[in-house]
């Protein structure tokens, strides 16, 4: 996958901790690729990826502009492309923030520094880029940081670290926008850490579309202190492979998150969403709704586990999961779990798996759609339940064309629905 | 409100009640497991040789298995060499009727309250009751035999039927299945074979009462029921054992096969010794129970009241193979003290319209773990496959824990799969409601308890349902109102 050669090749981060990055290559090194004979991995094959040899590590930016991709991203932004910052296309605005190649590691707690899992190792080791965003300040604007990849990227291998801090009391908000304009055979690890402080709020929406032949794996991590409160949202259109681990922590009293998801799923992609919480304080809250439409020969995986410690009474915790299977070649593996060691908490959890729902389809018939209008507004439906949890209102409208052009609806009674504001829920 | 209630607390502090040790003579094989164990199980059976070439398969099979930890479940390394597996009741002949049977046995089963005699005559339930490893009192036969129907011993099925036997015989859980049932192939001793032949309806309930006695003998059971087509079967497992200081390990196995438009309907109410309040003792209860619904229109229904057991781990499974199939699932999971229980169940949906449910409640006091571990797995061809799953939990006190753990796996878009659960606890206002309205805590949570077990009771046959009303009562309180 990843020779001796490449490791050597690959630059070194100015200030990057020498030693930490052998020791990670070498742990490594020694560390089987996980099969699937690993309960983590058992629906998610990496012998592909091991079989495809990289020979790139991040390449020199190209002449890109961000008109290359069909969203706005205005300013407060900061660009990556092929896993390197892009100074020409960034445009950095009231984020205290430092790139890691200026000051690699400067407050990244000792016990996050050591990687754990074998893709975490793997971007210790070959770290391309990455970001500290130390937010002391209110925002009412959101900040993008977005990753690019061209056709230079082929068999090429990027890793990324962000690690975002919002400090005591702040509102802020991040857009992550991950961008394969070309079908490249590549491999992207990507890991993100957030803290927050007392009393912060964060609301973190990830766009994800990787090329059809791109490898993306990535791992976010999130320590909540007391009383704050994180949005996650993670929209996913689909990739090779696409994993997205994402863990929660509620480390303080009252902390709270809410992980939405999305993946849309089709041709032959790949998406396997794992997700954790930890409760571990008291009267902490968690909200979790990932949904899946599954396509031609795709398949998603779902795997939420919840965790109430039994030093975290009065915590309630709500996990669904939803998924659209649309054809019998297509694969939905749902594994919503509850861990619990504390009489005093409120926990629900539901899964389901099927197909459009055939009553809510013949209503629709009955009042004189077509068989194939009806089924697209329900897709759509399906997935505007999840869409129109996020607050910001423009991206809400970008994100659902978006949905849209990717699930070929080609409906215009759909962005009629939306246009109108019609908040009426017609899933 | 997290102050625990000292009532619920004193009512979670009962003894186990079946706890006696019956002191018979038994010819029991030297601890200690090889091929020669194998062959020596084999010849005290008489078995024939197919019989014994399939175990010594199995026994080499497990030799290079390693025992799975990958379930939610602690404890201490088993020593499988210094088990015996091989325990039987010292008889020099098989006995014909009752009378034959040692009276200290007729004394166990009466301590436990199932006199043979009043079963017979009274319930009109046939009970082939199965002390340690070897059947000693088959009844009704008789009245089974004029409709053909077949139910004996595991070891008299293997020498008066060796075809069905050897027909059947691991065709639902083969002997490579996993490391307990491999075991199970290579050194089971005894247990019930049922055949019912086509188009006939078992009159009865047919039972089994297994009971664990002499000291260090794994049991180990294995049960094989087929219903040809158009058959019906009720069929109840009960399990009670003596109490004693040290774990014993059990690990059945129970193959069930329907044909087209079979019903096989299977009850158990286990209740082995789970171990002091410290968690000393007790059986490790590791089982694989799995059914097939070869034929169409054919159903197979589990029902389990799991009271007993240190350690229980269990996952009764359906394959639903046939078209219009149906797999049910029904089950009550009650942990005390430190047991732990890791159950559940597995649908695999392979033909069209087949459609299976799960009920699952798992009830969860004192320092216990109880875990539900369930996969629904449909196939690419399982057009029109419906699973519903429900599974709850109650916890009783602040130190124990309740997981849920399932796995759904669809490859067909018009399958529809769902699944809900819950967790939840005896809230200080239901019991106030209750007391509000005359009724003691005791009444007040045996109430509740049953409320919340409610839809899996009544899936129990009738002789069974009040018998495992009490024992679920016992291992929370002294009477259930």
Same mark, same amino acid.
């Given at each position: ?9 690959c ?6 901790d020498?030693h ?7 742990n490594w090194q ?14 998610t094959n990496? %012998?592909r990826l ?7 590590p991040?390449?020199?930016?190209s002449?890109?502009t ?14 990556f ?14 984020a ?7 000051r ?17 190792r ?46 005591a ?11 394969g ?13 957030i803290?927050?402080?007392e ?15 791109g490898y ?14 994180l ?7 689909? %990739?090779?492979l ?9 480390q ?21 969403n794992?997700?954790?919480?930890g409760?571990?304080a008291? #009267?902490?809250?968690?909200? !979790?709704?990932?949904r899946?439409i599954?396509?031609? #020969? ?12 039994a ?12 998924n ?9 593996y749902? !594994?919503?779990?509850l ?6 908490v ?10 459009i ?10 009042r004189?759609?077509?068989d !194939?209008? %009806?089924?697209q ?6 997935a505007?339940?999840?869409?129109e ?27 009629d629905l939306?246009? !109108? ?7 | 409100?997290t ?8 009512? @979670? ?6 706890g006696?040790?019956t002191?018979?003579?038994s010819?029991? @094989? ?12 084999s010849?005290?059976k ?10 010594l398969k199995?026994?080499?099979y ?8 990958w ?6 390394p088993?020593?499988y060499?210094?088990?015996s597996?091989?325990?039987?009741p ?5 006995p ?8 200290? /046995? ?13 079963q017979?005559?009274?319930?009109g ?7 340690d ?21 595991f ?8 075809? /069905? ?10 002997h ?14 005894d ?14 309930e047919?039972s089994?009462?297994?009971?664990i006695?002499?000291r260090?003998? *794994?049991?180990?059971e ?12 009720s069929?109840?497992e009960?399990c ?13 196995v ?7 438009k079979?019903q096989?309907k299977?009850?158990t ?29 054919s ?5 389990q ?9 269990k ?8 078209d219009?199939s149906?797999?049910?699932f029904?089950?009550?999971? @009650?942990t005390n ?18 459609k ?5 409640? *798992?009830?969860?006091?004192?320092f ?6 369930? /996969? ?7 057009d ?10 109650l ?17 067909n ?5 769902e ?5 939840s606890?005896?809230s200080e ?7 509000q ?20 009771m009544k ?10 009303r ?9 009477s259930?109102?």
């Open positions: 996958m990843i020779s001796q050669s490449l490791f050597a090749a630059a070194v981060l100015p200030g990057w020498k930490l990055r052998l020791d990670a290559w070498q020694t560390m089987p690729l996980p099969t699937i004979r690993d309960e983590a991995w058992k629906y990496l %012998a091991e079989k495809t040899i990289f020979i790139k991040a390449t020199t930016p002449s890109l961000l008109n290359d991709i069909p969203l706005t991203i205005p300013e407060d932004r900061f660009c492309i092929n896993g390197s910052f892009n100074p020409a296309l960034s445009a950095p605005l009231n205290e923030s430092y790139l890691l190649s200026q690699a590691w400067p407050s990244i707690p000792k016990k996050q520094q050591t990687p754990v899992s074998y893709f975490e793997l971007n210790a080791a070959m770290l391309s880029d990455g970001l500290y965003l130390d937010i002391k300040k209110n925002s009412n604007n959101p900040i993008y940081l977005v990753l690019l990849q061209d056709k230079t990227a082929e068999f090429s291998t990027h890793h990324l670290r962000h690690r975002i801090k919002v400090h009391g702040i509102k802020s908000e991040i857009v992550i926008v991950d961008w304009l070309a079908d490249t055979t590549s491999l992207t690890t990507y890991v993100i850490d803290e927050l402080s009393g912060a709020e964060l609301n973190c929406i990830h766009l994800k579309k990787a090329g059809t032949q993306h794996i990535r791992q976010t991590h999130a320590h909540l202190a007391k009383n704050s409160h949005n996650h949202f993670n929209f996913d259109f689909g %990739a090779k696409s994993r997205n681990e994402i863990s929660a922590w509620l303080g009293e009252h902390a709270a998150c809410q992980l939405n998801g999305l993946a849309l799923a089709r041709a032959q992609d790949h998406i396997d794992q997700t954790k919480i409760h571990l008291p #009267k902490t809250n968690s909200l !979790e709704q990932y899946g599954i396509d031609d #020969k795709a398949c998603h995986i779902f795997h939420g586990h919840v965790l109430i410690d030093h975290a009474p009065d915590s309630i915790a709500n996990q669904q999961n939803k659209i299977l649309l054809t019998s070649t297509g694969q939905a749902a !594994e919503p779990q861990e619990i060691y504390n009489q005093n409120q926990c629900i959890h539901g899964a389901t798996v099927g197909d729902d055939a009553e809510a389809l013949f209503y629709l018939r009955s004189g759609l077509s !194939e209008i %009806a089924r507004l329900l897709i759509f439906g399906f505007r339940s999840i869409l949890t996020i607050h910001d209102k423009s991206l809400q409208s970008e994100l659902a064309l978006w949905i849209k052009t990717h699930l070929a609806l080609d409906s215009e009674l759909i962005l939306y246009r !109108e504001d019609d908040h009426e829920d017609i899933n | 409100m102050k625990p209630n000292e009532t619920l607390e004193n009512l @979670l502090q009962q003894d186990y009640e079946h006696f040790i002191d018979i003579e010819d029991t @094989l030297p601890p200690g497991l090889n091929a020669d164990t194998v062959r020596a199980i010849a005290k008489n078995e024939p040789e197919f019989m014994l070439a399939w175990r199995a026994y080499e497990w030799r290079h298995l390693t025992e799975p930890h379930a939610h479940l602690k404890y201490g088993i020593d060499q210094a088990i597996y091989y325990s039987a010292k008889v020099t002949e098989g014909k009727d009752l009378s034959e049977v040692d009276p200290k /046995l007729i004394e166990t089963y009466n301590k436990l309250g199932i006199p043979l005699k009043e017979e005559w009274l319930a339930v046939a009970v082939d009751a199965v002390f490893s070897i059947s000693v009192a088959t009844t009704f036969k008789d009245k089974l035999n004029e409709m053909g129907i077949i139910f004996c011993s070891s008299d099925a293997v020498q008066n039927h060796p075809d /069905l036997i050897q027909q059947y015989l691991g065709s639902v859980v083969p490579t299945d996993n490391f307990f049932a491999s075991l199970n192939a290579a050194v089971f001793s247990g019930s074979f049922v055949y019912i032949p086509p188009g006939v309806r078992c009159p009865m047919l089994t009462y297994f009971r006695n002499a260090s003998t *794994g049991q180990f294995r049960t094989l029921i087929i219903a040809d087509e158009g058959a019906y079967v069929y109840l009960g009670t054992a003596p109490q004693r200081d040290e774990n014993q390990l059990h690990a059945a129970v193959e069930l096969i329907a044909l087209d079979a096989i299977y009850s109410v286990q209740n082995w010794y789970p171990g002091d309040e410290n968690g000393v003792g007790g059986i490790y209860n590791f089982v694989t129970k799995r059914g097939e619904c070869r034929g169409h229109h159903k197979i229904s589990w029902t009241v799991e009271t007993g057991s240190a350690i229980t781990w996952y009764p499974s359906v394959i639903l193979k046939g219009y149906v797999g049910e029904y089950s009550v999971a @009650l003290h430190h047991q732990q229980a890791d159950t559940g169940t597995k649908m695999i949906h392979i033909g069209q319209h087949t299976s449910t799960v009920i699952a409640k *798992g009830i969860s006091a004192g216990a773990q109880n875990t539900y571990r369930g /996969l629904i797995k449909v196939l690419a061809h399982a029109g496959a419906h699973n519903y799953t429900r599974c709850d939990s916890l009783m006190g602040t130190h124990c824990g309740a997981h849920t753990f399932p796995h759904i796996e669809s490859k878009s018009r399958a529809r799969i699944h809900e659960a819950s967790t606890k005896i206002d239901q019991l106030f409601y209750l007391a309205r005359g009724i003691d805590t005791e009444n007040a949570v045996s109430m509740i308890v049953n409320g919340f077990c409610k839809e899996v899936t129990l046959p009738m002789e069974f349902a009040v018998e495992a009490k024992l679920l009562g016992l291992s929370l309180e002294g259930i109102g």
